[in-house]
């Protein structure tokens, strides 16, 4: 019994930490094509610019700016929720979940 709840154990930790890596996979992946299509947007746009035309304007880098914040996000889904919920908080909600649901099963 112990043996077959081992390997359950280790098959759900094997499983939680793929999405993991998975999830930051794609969050470098993103990162990888920000900065390859805007140094593309912005060397494309330094190459056509007229001459007495600036450079620093808001829609030379506004691609940059809206995506990025697009990237922060996608950064913070990431990151960001083991610093704000604790690294243990989602099984301790499920467990909190299911002992709820026992509970009323009595009553």
Do not use: C
């Amino acid at each position: 019994m112990e043996v077959i709840n081992n390997q359950d154990s280790n098959r759900e930790a094997y499983e939680m930490a793929r999405k993991k890596v998975k999830k930051l996979k794609n969050f470098y992946t993103h990162l990888i094509v920000y900065i390859l299509v805007n140094a593309y947007i912005l060397i494309k746009h330094y190459s056509n610019l007229i001459e007495g035309e600036p450079f620093f304007s808001f829609e030379t880098f506004s691609t940059a700016f809206f995506w990025g914040i697009g990237l922060v996000a996608h950064a913070f889904s990431v990151f960001v929720p083991y610093f704000v919920l604790g690294k243990d908080w989602e099984e301790k909600k499920i467990n909190e979940y299911m002992k709820n649901e026992q509970n009323k099963k009595w009553e």
